[in-house]
């Protein structure tokens, strides 16, 4: 069993800045990936970035490129998301997950949310115009 506890959402105004945290613990030795999701009122759940924990290779999604970006500090066996330039439709409660897949040539995308079997509880967030 994984369990994965996220932190570090809350309200900011447009252009500002989070940095959300997803700590791993228990059996993490099977992850290999981990990855942000977010899902806003009404809306379907979509992916936002992941890592393949044992190469550091990333991914992340059209709609937060060059905005978000997704880290890992392994001696923490946390997973961060750094959230810049944030925009009212980056509004959501925003999800951690992690999986056993790990990096092939086959798998070069953002995986989606069928790959992962643990999730965190979530964390709000909040862009205001």
């Known amino acids: 069993q994984v369990h994965l506890v996220e932190s570090g959402g809350g309200s900011v105004q447009a252009g500002g800045s989070l940095r959300l945290s997803c700590a791993a613990s228990?059996?993490?030795?099977?992850?290999?990936?981990i990855g942000w999701f977010r899902q806003a009122p009404g809306k379907e759940r979509e992916g936002v970035a992941h890592?393949?924990?044992?190469?550091?290779?990333?991914y992340s999604a059209d709609s937060v490129k060059g905005r978000f970006t997704i880290s890992q500090d392994k001696s923490r066996n946390t997973v961060y998301l750094q959230m810049n330039n944030l925009k009212p439709e980056d509004t959501a409660v925003y999800y951690c997950?992690?999986?056993?897949?790990?990096?092939?040539?086959?798998?070069?995308?953002?995986?989606?949310?069928?790959?992962?079997?643990?999730w965190g509880q979530g964390t709000q967030v909040t862009v205001s115009s």
């Open positions: 228990g059996r993490t030795y099977n992850i290999n990936s």
């Open positions: 997950a992690a999986g056993g897949r790990g990096y092939s040539s086959r798998w070069n995308f953002l995986l989606p949310s069928d790959e992962y079997r643990y």
């Open positions: 890592i393949y924990t044992g190469v550091g290779i990333t």
